[in-house]
């Protein structure tokens, strides 16, 4: 099956400043990159996501990229804020067969917005 | 407005004492799911129905088990709970196998004594 590894696992930034958060996967066959975000004691939340015909894709303050030949997408947030406090997962769907819709994800990163 | 509501929100059980947890969804979707997701952990998938087609996880313990009675309803049930069950249980649902976006429910927490 597929194998999602994300990074870091805290990530600990000032008001204003951009976080980055990086995910990588072993399917080649994976064509579904969802990012969710969990506050504490919630459902995770679908805010962004992007699909393998897509190398970039924005979102007011939210961007994803995604290099398929390196197999890796990551998570960017530029201007960040308090309320961006959450615990972020990466995920990875492959598109076909007994596993199609069938989401791997990252063990997640714990973001800290500092005012 | 609720979507996919799980109840109840926080269920106490003690060992060995048999519970289900309940999930309905109001968007008729064919798809859906159970996860475990333990504390500083990511979901766990135990199980997934497509319409009434079960699909269960090769590592879900036995002890787990799910009902599908019709496309709204979904329960997970767990037969015999120990301390290591205690977890946040989560539902998603999805409109169809092949439409990969996932909603996820606010989750179940379940503790054992």
């Known amino acids: 099956g597929e194998n999602v590894e994300q990074h870091p696992s805290t990530l600990s930034v000032q008001e204003g400043d951009s976080a980055v958060i990086k995910c990588t996967y072993s399917?080649?066959?994976?064509?579904?990159f969802p990012w969710y975000k969990q506050e504490l004691g919630k459902r995770p939340q679908l805010i962004i996501d992007?699909?393998?015909?897509?190398g970039e894709k924005k979102d007011q303050r939210i961007a994803v990229t995604l290099n398929k030949t390196a197999k890796h997408f990551s998570l960017h947030i530029t201007e960040t804020q308090p309320e961006d406090s959450a615990v972020y997962f990466c995920a990875a769907s492959i598109g076909r067969g007994s596993t199609l819709g069938r989401l791997y994800f990252g063990r997640g990163t714990q973001l800290t917005v500092w005012p | 407005d609720a979507m996919v509501i799980q109840n109840p929100r926080y269920q106490v059980t003690q060992f060995g004492k048999p519970v289900t947890l309940s999930c309905s969804q109001t968007?008729?979707?064919?798809?859906m799911y159970w996860y475990q997701q333990k504390s500083s952990q990511a979901p766990k998938l135990l199980f997934h129905?497509?319409?009434?087609?079960?699909?269960n996880e090769a590592d879900t313990p036995d002890n787990f088990q799910s009902r599908r009675p019709n496309t709204s309803f979904c329960f997970l049930d767990i037969r015999s709970p120990g301390l290591g069950d205690a977890a946040m249980y989560l539902c998603?649902?999805?409109?169809?196998?092949?439409?990969?976006?996932?909603?996820f429910g606010p989750g179940t927490r379940l503790t054992v004594t």
């Open positions: 129905y497509y319409d009434k087609d079960f699909n």
């Open positions: 399917d080649s066959a994976s064509n579904y």
């Open positions: 998603a649902t999805s409109p169809d196998r092949g439409h990969l976006e996932q909603y």
């Open positions: 968007l008729n979707h064919n798809v």
């Open positions: 992007i699909r393998s015909n897509v």
